[in-house]
């Protein structure tokens, strides 16, 4: 039986990501756990290499925040930010193509017993419940009126969950718990401005996955986006943002076979991209 590995946080840098696929077994399957795209040196290189992947069936590519913000300025909604490194995808001949390709990839993805993420899961959704709410966005993305999404998807309110929310509304929250939250509180208030480690978050709020009683705690959940915890393992919990973009490293771990079959998994890390901001 083949391996499956979760990949960290590309961000859009080709070199690595060409040079961790050389270093996993040619047999292998990924999973990329979201920001496919954006601050790294070739976001285009990127996204073709992570397409050619997934249309050959080794691979596929979870959604990240930086991946709807490409959606976004595709679409006319959001102008580039000053570190922003998409515009080779908006010159690019197969601009369409990618972006079509981007809008038709899942938000989350789960074999029963482990659960794959770019962010976060609020400690009220169950498994079922997390790829419910996850396939809510992705049917708004695959839809016809998909650019309504994306024009209504900004915002930090609401920031708390409720099974009767509705509409945009709905949508923006599922869409932030999955590909921006690190900090919540206990009853899963969510907090989007704080970047700092396990032990510096904001007064009042702690790190979702430490939430007691969440009710995902029996799944084994992998996850990025959180480059300032590196490489993460707790009990249930695998955190592989290890800041490739910031001269830190991309990494990709072997997904257990279970949701308790955690330990002495494989893990494969290569040098990330030397940015010139970073801190």
């Not at 996850?223 to 009990?235: I, V």
Request: hydrophobic letters at 35%.
């Amino acid at each position: 039986m083949s391996k499956i590995y979760a990949v960290g946080d590309i961000q859009g840098c080709a070199p690595s990501l060409k040079t961790l696929v050389k270093r996993l077994p040619k047999k292998s399957n990924l999973i990329f756990l979201g920001d496919l795209v954006n601050r790294g040196p070739d976001s285009l290189g990127a996204l073709r290499q992570l397409k050619s992947l997934q249309e050959s069936g080794r691979a596929e590519c979870i959604l990240g925040n930086h991946d709807l913000h490409l959606l976004a300025i595709d679409a006319g909604l959001r102008k580039t930010k000053g570190l922003d490194t998409v515009d080779s995808i908006l010159k690019a001949p197969d601009r369409a193509e990618l972006i079509h390709w981007i809008r038709n990839r899942p938000m989350a993805l789960s074999d029963g017993n482990v659960l794959t993420v770019h962010a976060g899961v609020l400690p009220q959704w169950d498994l079922q419940q997390t790829i419910e709410c996850a396939q809510e966005v992705e049917k708004a993305l695959r839809g016809k009126s998909y650019k309504n999404f994306l024009a209504n998807m900004y915002g930090n309110i609401p920031n708390k969950w409720s099974n009767s929310l509705k509409g945009n509304e709905r949508l923006r929250v599922i869409t932030n718990a999955l590909t921006r939250m690190r900090f919540c509180t206990s009853g899963g208030t969510m907090e989007f401005e704080s970047k700092e480690g396990l032990e510096n978050g904001p007064k009042g709020y702690i790190p979702w996955f430490t939430v007691p009683k969440r009710k995902t705690t029996g799944t084994l959940i992998y996850f990025g986006h959180w480059s300032t915890l590196g490489l993460l393992r707790r009990h249930n919990v695998i955190g592989l943002d290890t800041g490739c973009v910031w001269g830190g490293k991309l990494t990709a771990m072997e997904i257990a076979a279970t949701n308790k079959d955690s330990k002495g998994l494989e893990i494969i890390q290569v040098d990330g991209y030397d940015h010139p901001l970073r801190m």
